[in-house]
């Protein structure tokens, strides 16, 4: 009697200690998905762009944008070919129109936020120190030039299935 009675008390303990098992790795097998959609890709800032996937607040377009697709690349004017500066990287700005042409947003990676530049009655866009010259399409800062867009040139192209 003690020796069944003893059986029955061990085999409870090992269904408890089963069950007990069973549940923790089943609570432990469900991710959290909500703090898993917040890791990947997730940071936006205060206006809700994902920076992480290019987009910047545009103050002009009041939308987030991707600047890489909708506005025009200026890089800097300074001669990064000499031997000193092989390993350079180019730090590009951009500029972006609204519809009318009316203004341009001006993208600098020394600050955090576009500029919105209102063309004069002149025909030029200007504010406090900065001037963009949309015919030649360069920025000029102080009124020196300081970015302008890049301009193609032809490549020698080496075909390597004639060789």
Known sequence: MKKSFLIIVLAGFSLVSCDKILKDRN???EPDVNSFQEQIGGAKDEHGCISSA???WSNLRED???LFEVAYRLNPVTDLTNDNATDVAVISAFV?????QSAVEIFLPEIESGMIIEKTREGKYQKDIYQFDDEDFALYIN???VYQAAKSQPKDIVDLSSQ
Do not use: I, P, S
Request: charged fraction near 25%; aromatic fraction near 12%; charge should be neutral.
């Open 64 to 66: 987030c944008v991707q």
């Open 143 to 145: 009124n020196k030039k």
């Open 54 to 56: 290019g987009f910047t």
């Open 27 to 29: 609570t432990q097998a």
């Open 96 to 100: 972006l129109f609204n519809e009318d």
